[in-house]
């Protein structure tokens, strides 16, 4: 009996198809016409083109944003100013398009995190927004005196 079901197992495994949320077409259907599911789902055709739903009201902005961005460019790229709610200059931040970062001129490593790029120097804690519609969500914070404030890039 055992010499039978393992095989039969083996088998059954080895030729078990990938299962997937969506299928070939309807996906390809979605990419075309610009809708997303749950736009679909609020009147969204997807047998008509990505102008003419544009021109209805509805648009993929996270896919507008991923195709008007250059690749290979990084949204925290630039010159950033750290400043304490008085407004004095806390930290002066350079990040290049490979996101390196410098603080005050040395530099510092730096990983992603939850949409967001955190770095330390010291007790102070940077953390930059990746998503450049939020405002005010790029801050750092100073561990050791419990403080906190805004970073603006110039």
């Avoid at 730096?110 to 953390?127: E, I, P, S, V, Y």
């Amino acid at each position: 009996m055992n010499r039978l079901i393992l095989p039969a197992l083996a088998i059954l495994i080895a030729t078990q198809s990938p299962a997937y949320a969506i299928n070939e077409k309807y996906r390809q259907q979605l990419e075309q016409s610009g809708c997303t599911q749950v736009s679909e789902t609020q009147g969204c055709d997807i047998h008509k083109t990505k102008a003419e739903n544009a021109k209805a009201g509805f648009t993929n902005p996270a896919a507008d944003s991923a195709t008007t961005q250059a690749p290979g460019q990084t949204p925290y790229a630039g010159q950033w100013v750290a400043k304490s709610d008085a407004g004095a200059t806390v930290a002066t931040i350079r990040i290049d398009a490979k996101e390196q970062v410098w603080v005050n001129g040395k530099r510092v490593n730096a990983k992603r995190t939850d949409g967001t790029l955190q770095f330390r120097q010291g007790k102070l804690l940077f953390t930059i927004q990746g998503d450049r519609r939020l405002q005010n969500e790029d801050y750092w914070m100073d561990s050791a005196a419990g403080t906190k404030g805004p970073i603006q890039i110039e």
